[in-house]
């Protein structure tokens, strides 16, 4: 059974960074693509980042030279580095394992000043 778990999300000013953790229980996290999703109220769900299990990153036009996604394979965990962020970064961001289709349940980051 695969279990990925979130933190870092929190309430932040426009301009701020903050850093967002996932760890993944359960699955074989180091060949796994790993992805950071967000959902804005009354809007989908839609892809921030994801990387590869050999490293490879890409990026939402709306992210890119904002944040960077990382992973450590030595800690089962996957970060999403959030800089510059504006409120329109408002949004529940979700981890997602690629490869075995499973969802974290959530972060919570709200950009407000």
């Known amino acids: 059974q695969v279990r990925l778990v979130e933190s870092g999300g929190g309430l932040m000013q426009p301009g701020e960074s903050l850093q967002l953790s996932c760890v993944a229980f359960?699955?074989?996290?180091?060949?796994?693509?790993m992805g950071w999703y967000r959902q804005a109220p009354g809007h989908e769900r839609e892809l921030v980042a994801i990387i590869t299990s050999h490293g490879s990153t890409n990026y939402a036009d709306s992210v890119k030279g904002r944040f960077t996604i990382s992973r450590d394979n030595a800690k089962n965990t996957v970060y999403l580095q959030m800089n510059g962020l504006k409120p329109e970064d408002t949004a529940v961001y979700y981890c997602?394992?690629?490869?075995?289709?499973?969802w974290g349940q959530g972060a919570q980051v709200t950009v407000s000043s």
């Open positions: 997602h394992n690629e490869l075995y289709n499973y």
């Open positions: 359960g699955s074989i996290f180091s060949v796994s693509d």
